[in-house]
T-cell receptor, first 116, second 115 residues
């Protein structure tokens, strides 16, 4: 079946511009996660959504970052007034639900963001 | 602070050899550990997991070992193949509390398999 998809695959933007990154989770997955991966680094948790519960935003690095999830499916990560340090690969993952936090997370291919 | 890290950033092996990738963690309250494989241009792919009440778990050609005494995790790949070349990440998941469900990743080890 279809996996997690993300768009765009690559995004180049000028410093100071806003960007929107999109994630389509696997159908039926109630949990959705955003991570950031800087060059040569591990993944850094940003935010996650579980059903209709309030999202866990504890990983967002600044108030320039925000995310929403419409209708319990598609999610958009928005970065306002982008900075060069925002350059990274942004990865989205989804899972069947928390179930004690032990559900496998399936990752999308990521969006490579370059801020010039 | 809490962290999950790797001893070796790179590992080169010959095809057919066994590979061992190591990971250290600092939080003794960690409940669940996962190994991911990430190929170039792709997202991480689940390999195998282990809960903190276990010390060994086997999959197809892979084995994960957990030593809670020294907070060490390892991934063993038997008969390594060129297709195993990738970056391998260990990740920690804390069940419950305010960090419920989210993963904390280590830095990653680059595995290169030479034919």
């Amino acid at each position: 079946g279809a996996g997690v998809s993300q768009s765009p695959s690559n995004k180049v933007t000028e410093k100071g511009k806003d960007v929107e990154l999109r994630c389509d989770p696997i159908s039926g997955h109630t949990a959705l996660y955003w991570y950031r991966q800087s060059l040569g680094q591990g993944l850094e948790f940003l935010i996650y959504f579980q059903g209709n519960s309030a999202p866990d935003k504890s990983g967002l690095p600044s108030d320039r970052f925000s995310a929403e999830r419409t209708g319990g499916s598609v999610s958009t990560l928005t970065i306002q007034r982008t900075q060069q340090e925002d350059s990274a690969v942004y990865l989205c993952a989804s899972s069947l639900g928390l179930a004690g936090g032990l559900r496998e997370q399936y990752f999308g291919p990521g969006t490579r963001l370059t801020v010039t | 602070g809490e962290s999950v890290g790797l001893h070796l950033p790179t590992l080169s092996v010959q095809e057919g050899d066994n590979s061992i990738i190591n990971c250290a963690y600092s939080n003794s309250a960690s409940d669940y550990f996962i190994w991911y494989k990430q190929e170039s241009g792709k997202g991480p792919q689940f390999i195998i997991d282990i809960r903190s009440n276990m010390d060994k778990r086997q999959g197809q050609r892979v084995t994960v070992l957990l030593n809670k005494t020294v907070k060490h995790l390892s991934l063993q790949i038997a008969a390594t193949q060129p297709g195993d070349s990738a970056v391998y990440f260990c990740a920690e998941k804390r069940v419950g509390g305010t960090s419920y469900g989210k993963l904390t990743f280590g830095q990653g080890t680059i595995l290169t398999v030479h034919p």
